[in-house]
């Protein structure tokens, strides 16, 4: 188990060239696109949905700031899930930079008690759609090493490190030759 600081990188290549589910939420769930006050929906699903503390002094403005002023920040690209009458689940697509040919898979979270019905994999899913749509040839997510459910789910759905694809690429050269 790793610690709050370490990073794992995970990239979902050739985006172009694959075919991505389309994304099915159970019933009862609707998926939702950014709204008016979509900041404070998200702060307090992220806040319930990680550990105490992983977001110290976040506020909406830090929200705003780091992301929605940006001219990268796209409202079609940020995803809310509703049960009833409560926004459960969020993630949205990002890119780094403004004009980039790779995407982000970013804050994918969900309240611990909707987890394990398939809507972090359908958020998944709306997010590399909403990326192909877009034109990306890869997708980026960063999690921490300890989310070992987070990053099975993200393995099955075809994210991978640096190493498994050059390693992949390697074999497939070899094989050819």
Known sequence: MGTADEKRYLYFYDLQSRDIPKASFPDGYTLHTWQEGA??????????????????NWTTETFIQRYFVQPQFRRDGFFLVKYGNNFIATAFAWQDEEVSSQGRLH?????????????AKALCYCVLQYHKHHEKNMVLLKTEVYRDKGIQLYEKIGFTSQASYANSLIRNITEVN
């Open 107 to 119: 804050w994918l979270a969900v309240l611990p008690e909707h987890r394990r019905k398939g809507i």
């Open 39 to 56: 900041e404070k929906i998200w702060l307090d699903i992220v806040t319930k949905a990680f550990e105490p503390g992983f977001l110290t």
